[in-house]
Every structure is written in structure tokens, then in C-alpha cells.
């Protein structure tokens, strides 16, 4: 959240100094919440591990043990019990009908006041207005997403007027060599099906 606020400050011709009590919170030694470790939740975990953050992650299905040991993740069979322990809680699943609005009052009731709630996922897998609520009434600290429900947001949405929330238009694989890595692997498949050999990266194997 000081990222956006530290750069208006930094810029603003009205800027006299910089307040030394302005004050964010460490990464290192937090407590990351996955809730979805895919292929991506999963690299999640890698970049974190660098971090020496304590990753939990709730899953569908649990990780093989080595896999967890890899990247030293504890797996929470409850999603309640990850929402209770995590400063951060990142969002990482696919939207279907179980996991639409998979956060609402409730759940963002259950995690610390301190936390901080990351959706890279789908807008809708949050319930939207229970995040507004939260927001205002500080039940959570911040929230950052680069993913809404509709995008972009209408203008007057209550959710862009917050200084507790960042929002990214929906850029986390917007790099010049992730596009190409897509493209490449879309040609690959295409290939694949026209020479009636295995598809590489098939969404619902046989």
C-alpha cells in the first residue's frame, strides 16, 4: 500500500521531506497463506521460501511430501486454520462455481486484523462488497489485486477511492518474455494435435 502512496509522496511538488515514522512491515519471517497450490501457488511458495517466510498453503489436494519439504510448506486441511495464522493470504485458484466469492465476511472475519489479502487469481472468487467492508472497518490492514470483478471497475467503486488497497490492471504475466513463453507453448499444443502426438500442456487429460 506505501508503494503507490511512497510514489505520489516522492513526485508531489508540495513534498517538503520524508516523515521517518512512515513505517511498512517485513516480508521476511511472515506468515504466507497459499490458498491454491498449482503449478503457480507452487512457484509462489519458491520465490517465498527465498523470503524465509513460514508458507502454509490449503489445497484440493495435498502436495507430495517432498514437494512440501522443498519449499518447507505446511499444509492446512482447513482453509479457516491458514486464514487465522497468515499476514498475507494469496489467492491462487481457478474460478469455479466452489471457489465464486470463496472469500467473503466470514472468512475475511477469521484473518488478523494485520493481514494483508493478495487475489492474482479471478475477481470473483472475492465477494467484493465484504472486502469494502473489511477495508473501511480495518478488519483486515490492506489488500492488493490485480484482479477485480468487472474489469476495469466502474469509476465510482468504492474499492478505488481506498488507501488501503492497490490494484494492478490485471498485469502478473504482462512481460515481453512471459508473452512469448505463451505463445510458444499455444504453438507447441497446436502442433501437437496436428501431428497426433501427446498434448503438452492439456487442461483436461484423458
Known amino acids: ?22 513505517l511498512g512491515v517485513e516480508v521476511t519471517r511472515a506468515t504466507l497463506g497459499i490458498i491454491g497450490m498449482g503449478s503457480i501457488g507452487y512457484k509462489v511458495a519458491q520465490r517465498a521460501r527465498a523470503f524465509n517466510m513460514r508458507i502454509l498453503y490449503h489445497n484440493r489436494n495435498r502436495r507430495r511430501k517432498e514437494e512440501e519439504e522443498a519449499v518447507g510448506a505446511h499444509y492446512c486441511a ?15 485458484v481457478n474460478l ?14 477469521l484473518m488478523k486484523p494485520t493481514a494483508t489479502l493478495i487475489n492474482i487469481s479471478r475477481g ?6 465484504a472486502l469494502v467492508d473489511a477495508l473501511q472497518n480495518k478488519v483486515i490492514r490492506a489488500a492488493a489485486l490485480d484482479v477485480t470483478y468487472p474489469e476495469p471497475l466502474p469509476r465510482d467503486h468504492p474499492l478505488l477511492n481506498l488507501n488501503n488497497v492497490i490494484i494492478t490492471p490485471h498485469i502478473g504475466t504482462a512481460t515481453v518474455q512471459a508473452i512469448h ?24 487429460p484423458k
Not at 500500500?1 to 515514522?21: E, R
Not at 491458514?82 to 489467492?91: E, I, N, P, R, T
Not at 470473483?124 to 462488497?129: C, E, G, H, P
Not at 513463453?181 to 483436461?204: G, H, K, R
Open 78 to 92: 482447513k482453509m479457516e486454520d491458514l486464514l487465522q495464522q497468515s499476514d498475507f493470504v494469496m489467492l491462487v
Open 181 to 204: 513463453m505463451m505463445a510458444e507453448e499455444a504453438i507447441a499444443n497446436m502442433l501437437a494435435v496436428l501431428n497426433d502426438q501427446p498434448i503438452p500442456s492439456e487442461v483436461f
Open 1 to 22: 500500500m506505501y508503494l503507490h502512496t511512497g510514489c505520489q509522496i516522492a513526485v508531489s511538488p508540495d513534498t517538503k521531506y520524508f516523515a521517518v515514522d512512515w
Open 124 to 129: 470473483a472468487v472475492i465477494d467484493q462488497d
Open 96 to 109: 469455479t462455481p466452489e471457489t465464486h466469492k470463496l472469500i467473503g465476511k466470514m472468512e475475511l472475519g
